[in-house]
C-alpha cells in the first residue's frame, strides 16, 4: 500500500513535471503542433542576456554564467536551511535519530568521501589520509558539477527565452540618464524597449533571435576550463607540499639517465598542463553534445521520446561528474604518491 | 554543406578508436567481474575512470567537429 502510493506520488511529480515542460514549449516556441517542437540548437558560444555598461566598458552577462549563479543560490539556500534544521536539535538528539532532511545530506557526504577514498586509495598526505585532505576540493566540484548538471534538465532550461538588447545599446538602469542611443532600426517599435535593457517574450519569439535565458552553466568551456585549471594547480600544490620544491622537480625530471631527463622534463611538464584541456574538453563536450542532442531529438518528436533522452542524458551527466572529481582525485594521488614510493625505494 | 560533411567525417572516423577501446575495457572488467565477483565494485571503479579517459578521444573529435562547422 505504502509503495503503491509512493509511486503514484512519484508519476505525479513526473507527470507535472512533464506537463509544465510540454505547456512551456507550446507556449514560449510558437510550435505548430504539440507534437514537434521547435526548439532553438544551441551554439558553443553562450549568448549574452544582458549588458552592463560601466564607462566605455560593456560587460555581456551570458546566460551560462548567470544560470551557474542561478544554481549556486539555490545550493547555498539549500544548505542553509538544512544546517538551520539542524542545530534546532542537540548533537546527541542528532546523531541518534536523524531524520528528514540530514539522511540525505549524510547520505551524499558519505556518497562522495567514499568515493575520494576509494580513488585515493592508501595515499596519504603529511601522514594524514589524502581522499580526507582533498575532500573539500573535490568534493566541491563533485557537488557543484553534478547539481549544475542536472539542475539543467528541470523545466525552463532553454525553454525560457529572452531577447537581449543588440550591441551598443547598454542596458542602461532607468535612473542613469547617460544611456548611448541605441543603434535604432528605423520602424521598429522594439527600439525603445533595447535601451532598458532586456526584453522577455512571452508567445511568438523568433528562434533566431531570442536566446534562452538559462542554459547549462558547464556548456561553456570558460567555466569547466576555470574548474580544470583549479585542479590542476592544486594538484601541482599538493605535489609541492608532499615532495618540497626540489622533490617535485626531481618527480617530473624521473629517475631515466641524465641527458633523458633533459627530455623527459619538458614532456612531463606539458603532459600536466595538457590535463587542463583534456578534464575540461570532456565536460563541455559531454553538456553541449547533451544540449545538442536534446534539442536536435526536440525538433524531430516533441512528445514521449525526449524523455527517455533525458534519463539517458542524466545517467551520462552523472558519470561526467564522478568522472571529473575521479580523475582530478587520480592525478593528485599520482602527484603526492609518486615520491612516496621512491622513498621507500631509496 | 560539403564543410558540414567534413565535420561528420571527423566525428565519425575520431568515434571508431575510442569505441572499440571503451568496448575492450568493458569487456575485460566484465570478464574480470565474472571470474571474482566480489571485487566488482573496485572493478568498476577502474573501469569508469578508463572509459572516460578513451571517451575524452571523442571528445576532441567532437571539438574538431565544432570548430569546422562553427568556424
Redesign the interface.
Known amino acids: 500500500m505504502k509503495k503503491l502510493r509512493t509511486l503514484l506520488i512519484i508519476l505525479g511529480v513526473l507527470a507535472v513535471f512533464v506537463g509544465l515542460w510540454m505547456a512551456g514549449r507550446y507556449l514560449l516556441h510558437d510550435s505548430s503542433s504539440l507534437v514537434q517542437g521547435k526548439m532553438h540548437i544551441p ?3 553562450p549568448e549574452p542576456i544582458m549588458r552592463f555598461r560601466i564607462g566605455s566598458f560593456e560587460i555581456p552577462v551570458l546566460n551560462t554564467a548567470f544560470s551557474s549563479l542561478v544554481a549556486m543560490l539555490v545550493l547555498v539556500l539549500l544548505a542553509a536551511l538544512i544546517s538551520r534544521g539542524l542545530s534546532r536539535r542537540s548533537e546527541e538528539e542528532r546523531i541518534r535519530n536523524p531524520r528528514g532532511w540530514q539522511n540525505l545530506v549524510e547520505w551524499a557526504i558519505e556518497y562522495v568521501i567514499n568515493l575520494l577514498e ?2 585515493a586509495g592508501k595515499g596519504k598526505l603529511k601522514k594524514r589520509p589524502l581522499g580526507r585532505t582533498i575532500f573539500p576540493l573535490v568534493g566541491t566540484l563533485f557537488v557543484f558539477i553534478i547539481f549544475a548538471n542536472w539542475f539543467s534538465l528541470a523545466p525552463g532550461f532553454s525553454t525560457i527565452v529572452v531577447k537581449p538588447p543588440a550591441e551598443g545599446a547598454a542596458a542602461a538602469p532607468a535612473g542613469h540618464g547617460e544611456a548611448v542611443p541605441p543603434t535604432e532600426p528605423a520602424g521598429q517599435g522594439e527600439a525603445r524597449h533595447e535601451r532598458f535593457g532586456m526584453v522577455w517574450f512571452f508567445g511568438k519569439g523568433q528562434p533566431g533571435e531570442a536566446v534562452p535565458l538559462l542554459r547549462a552553466p558547464n556548456s561553456h568551456l570558460a567555466v569547466t576550463a576555470g574548474m580544470a585549471i583549479v585542479a590542476i594547480i592544486c594538484v601541482q600544490g599538493l605535489a609541492i607540499v608532499a615532495h618540497g620544491p626540489v622533490g617535485y622537480l626531481k618527480h617530473l625530471a624521473t629517475d631515466a639517465p641524465i641527458w633523458m631527463r633533459f627530455i623527459m622534463f619538458p614532456i612531463h611538464v606539458i603532459s600536466e598542463f595538457s590535463r587542463i584541456i ?1 578534464l575540461s ?2 565536460l ?3 553538456l ?2 547533451g544540449d545538442v542532442l536534446l534539442a536536435v531529438i526536440f525538433n524531430l518528436v516533441g512528445f514521449v521520446l525526449p524523455g527517455i533522452f533525458f534519463g539517458i542524458e542524466a545517467f551520462f551527466y552523472y ?1 561526467q561528474a ?2 571529473f572529481s ?2 582530478t582525485t ?1 592525478y593528485i594521488t599520482l602527484a603526492v604518491g609518486g615520491g612516496q614510493a621512491e622513498e621507500h625505494a631509496h | 554543406m560539403d564543410i558540414k560533411f567534413a565535420a561528420a567525417l571527423a566525428m565519425g572516423i575520431g568515434s571508431i578508436g575510442p569505441a572499440l577501446g571503451i568496448g575492450i575495457a568493458v569487456a575485460k572488467a566484465m570478464e574480470a567481474i565474472g571470474r571474482n565477483p566480489e571485487a566488482a ?2 572493478i568498476q ?1 577502474v573501469m ?2 578508463g572509459i ?2 578513451a ?2 578521444v571523442a ?2 573529435a ?2 574538431i567537429a ?1 570548430a569546422i562547422i ?1 568556424t
Do not use: D, M, T
Request: aromatic share 14%; hydrophobic share 55%; net charge positive.
Open positions: 551554439r558553443p558560444r576509494g580513488a583534456s574538453a570532456r563541455f563536450g559531454n553541449y553534445g558519470i564522478l568522472l575521479v580523475l587520480v | 565494485g573496485p571503479g569508469i575512470v572516460g579517459l571517451e575524452a571528445i576532441y567532437f571539438v565544432l562553427f
